[in-house]
């Protein structure tokens, strides 16, 4: 019972329970952090099991309700003492839990807005490197373009240049023949 994490309530009434049995499962609930409730009515218990309850609260803060009608036991205003003592202090780690809770959404908020400038700075950096890519690339492709263009009017003036010697060489071949002397 001691390591049970889903045990929230044990009705262990009208078994005929003894003071000495009933310590047993008190000792297996000492360390017990899921138990609530606890129903002990109508078995054999006195004041050992009452004084055992009351160790067993003072360990066990987790225990709200403990019945345990029809039985000899005659501490029972001690033992809601300690049972109220239980259900404050439940209430006082659940508003510290929400006020914890409270705490880290005000981190996470404050975490996720940080996030998110920096995803914006970043953005509007990935943003500029890619104006300057495309800019390049236009750039690029401009230089493509004009040494293609240079290309084929190198070419074009190249074939230009080859008809004009051409034209040349046949020049001279004329004036050659004119001037020739047989």
């Known amino acids: 019972m001691a390591n049970n994490k889903s045990l929230k309530s044990l009705d262990i009434s009208y078994n005929f329970i003894d003071d000495e049995s009933c310590s047993y499962i008190l000792k297996g609930l000492n360390l017990n952090k899921s138990l609530d409730n606890l129903d002990i009515c109508g078995n054999k218990l006195y004041d050992v099991t009452g004084q055992r309850i ?6 066990n803060t987790n225990i709200k309700r403990i019945k345990a009608r029809m039985n000899a036991i005659s501490n ?9 003592r239980n259900r404050d202090l439940s209430k006082i780690i659940k ?3 929400m006020k914890k809770n409270i705490l880290d959404f005000k981190s996470d908020c404050k975490n996720f807005e940080n996030i998110n ?3 914006h700075t970043l953005f509007n950096e990935i943003k500029k490197q890619q ?7 236009k750039i690029y492709n401009t230089i493509i373009k004009n040494k293609d263009l240079i290309n084929e009017n190198y070419e074009r003036d190249i074939k230009e240049i080859q008809i004009q010697i051409k034209q040349l060489d046949e020049e001279i071949i004329k004036t050659d023949n004119l001037y020739k002397v047989e």
């Open 54 to 59: 009351l160790n067993l609260l003072s360990i």
């Open 76 to 84: 029972l205003e001690k033992i809601k003492a300690l049972l109220k």
């Open 95 to 97: 508003k510290e839990e």
């Open 117 to 119: 400038k920096n995803s």
């Open 131 to 137: 104006m300057k890519l495309d800019k390049e690339y």
